[in-house]
Nanobody, 126 residues
Framework: QVQLVESGGGLVQAGGSLRLSCAASVRTFVNVVMGWFRQAPGKESEFVARIFWSGGSTAFADSVKGRFTISRDKAKNTVDLQMNSLKPEDTAVYYC???????????????????WGQGTQVTVSS
């Protein structure tokens, strides 16, 4: 069983920064890939970033490249999303997701992930 708990959301002005953290309870991290998605009101869920737990390989949505970074802390079993230069359009509920890697799955799609956190609200004011 995998449990994910997000923290770190909040209200920030445009241009500011926030750091989201996802605490993962996983029996084994072998072949685990973890991602962040977001969903704004009235919009579909959107891929933000992902990281392979073992090798640390990362990928980002074009909309956040150069502004967001994703990292994992093996000692704390957390995956963090550092968000800089935030824009009002980054406002959304952010969800942490995890799955055991399957090459047949598209890791940019929420369907590739089997486990989800409860979400944390990020609001960027203009």
């Amino acid at each position: 069983q995998v449990q994910l708990v997000e923290s770190g959301g909040g209200l920030v002005q445009a241009g500011g920064s926030l750091r989201l953290s996802c605490a993962a309870s996983v029996r084994t991290f072998v072949n685990v890939v973890m991602g962040w998605f977001r969903q704004a009101p009235g919009k579909e869920s959107e891929f933000v970033a992902r990281i392979f737990w073992s090798g640390g390989s990362t990928a980002f949505a074009d909309s956040v490249k150069g502004r967001f970074t994703i990292s994992r802390d093996k000692a704390k079993n957390t995956v963090d999303l550092q968000m800089n230069s935030l824009k009002p359009e980054d406002t959304a509920v952010y969800y942490c997701a995890a799955s055991y890697y399957d090459s047949r799955r598209n890791l940019y799609s929420q369907g590739a992930y089997d486990y989800w956190g409860q979400g944390t609200q990020v609001t960027v004011s203009s």
